[in-house]
């Protein structure tokens, strides 16, 4: 049976994967970074100019590592900061703001995971809007970003990362003992030598996104009301009677469109260089498709064998609604640490901890949008 909002998801995926690796080809990506980096004149700016960069490249995990880290590793050498800390700022921006942003590669595969949960149970939320609802409880992103802004500006270390500063103070940059991974600079994304860096390239395909989202849920959201008869002009209830697949499937094709047409307009591209970039950011997305359909199919699983009524029957009685987003955040740490894999993580928990918690919690959706945040968190928290 083929549903039509999976197929929407993996289609949004794939397009929005498209729109991140034009955007690279065609330079705009590096040229957010590059418009960034005069300002990175001292050690501290450096970091801090790392810690903007990892924060505008929201719409992608991915990307954000390979981008920032690549591009600010000649500055932060410069500066003698040890790869230690620049590893700590890039990893501590890029998934806890890919979590967190209304517009990423992560929202299809969030927002997919509690849809199916809530169908599953008969319930008639949206999907989109418990998300958004949950973003006030994202702790630990939260707490990730102004932590490493903290560390930037204040330029305070302590433990292990301490000795790595005064190591690299001396000029040793890397650890002796240390194992660097492939060089990702010559990745199939970056732009050839010689490509203008025009930063407006990156910024107006992500914006043309999120504003097309936004105009999406607002229309969409108004005629489902409008056609049920009620004049509401709420926007939580606009967004709440939105149609966030539809949307969003649309929002990155425009934002693919956009791409494209800036790099073949300026002459950065052609159009079939444009196209060959488009189908390896489609190609860089098959991993995301595999975990996507195992998730949908072990949310299936999970249904059929009624897991979620033996956990409340195990669960409930013995544990308080008001403490399941702290018991599943743990939980989402320890099997995020064990695995390695945040996508993993949520695949596993989403199905059980969103029946369970309508379940035990009926009325209370904080308690749902805290448990949702909780499931992100902690998997990032285990991941990192």
């Not at 043309?208 to 709420?234: E, N």
Request: hydrophobic share 50%; with cysteine.
């Amino acid at each position: 049976l083929i549903d039509s909002d999976h197929m929407s998801i993996i289609i949004f995926s794939m397009l929005l994967g498209g729109m991140v690796a034009v955007m690279s080809k065609s330079g705009g990506t590096f040229g957010v970074v590059r418009a960034l980096e005069p300002y990175a004149t001292t050690p501290r700016r450096a970091q801090i100019v790392t810690w903007v960069m990892g924060v505008l490249i929201f719409f992608d995990d991915y990307s954000n590592t390979l981008i920032v880290g690549n591009t600010m590793r000649p500055v932060t050498d410069r500066h003698r900061i040890s790869r230690e800390k620049l590893a700590f700022v890039v990893d501590s921006t890029a998934a806890p703001v890919a979590c967190v942003a209304i517009v990423s590669t992560w929202i299809g595969y969030e927002v997919s995971l509690v849809g199916d949960a809530l169908v599953k149970t008969g319930s008639t939320l949206n999907p989109f809007s418990i998300f958004l609802a949950s973003i006030p409880f994202a702790f630990y992103p939260i707490f990730a970003l102004t932590t490493t802004f903290l560390v930037a500006v204040s330029s305070r270390d302590w433990g292990p990362m301490l000795k790595a500063e005064r190591r690299a103070a001396t000029g040793e940059i890397m650890s002796d003992s240390a194992q660097p991974l492939a060089d990702y600079a010559e990745s199939d994304f970056a732009p050839d030598d010689g490509t203008p860096c025009r930063w407006w390239n990156a910024v107006v395909p992500v914006v043309m996104v999120v504003g097309s989202t936004l105009v999406g849920l607002y229309f969409t959201g108004r005629a489902s009301l409008m056609a049920s008869g009620d004049a509401s002009r709420s926007m939580s209830r606009i967004i709440g009677a939105s149609d966030p697949f539809t949307v969003l499937l649309w929002a990155s094709f425009i934002g693919l469109a956009a791409a494209i047409l800036l790099a073949v307009g300026q002459g950065i591209l052609g159009l079939r260089e444009s196209l060959a970039a488009m189908i390896t950011g489609f190609k860089s997305m098959f991993m995301a498709f595999v975990v996507l359909t195992l998730a949908w199919s072990l949310g299936q699983v999970c249904t059929d064998l009624a897991t979620a009524g033996f956990l409340k029957g195990a669960v409930g009685p013995n544990l308080p609604p008001a403490a399941l987003p702290m018991v599943i955040f743990l939980v989402a740490a320890a099997v995020s640490f064990a695995t390695g894999t945040s996508w993993g993580t949520m695949a596993i928990l989403t199905p059980l901890a969103v029946p369970l918690v309508l379940e035990t919690a009926q009325g209370q959706h904080h308690i749902l949008a805290a448990t949702v945040s909780a499931i992100l968190g902690g998997a990032v928290f285990g991941d990192h």
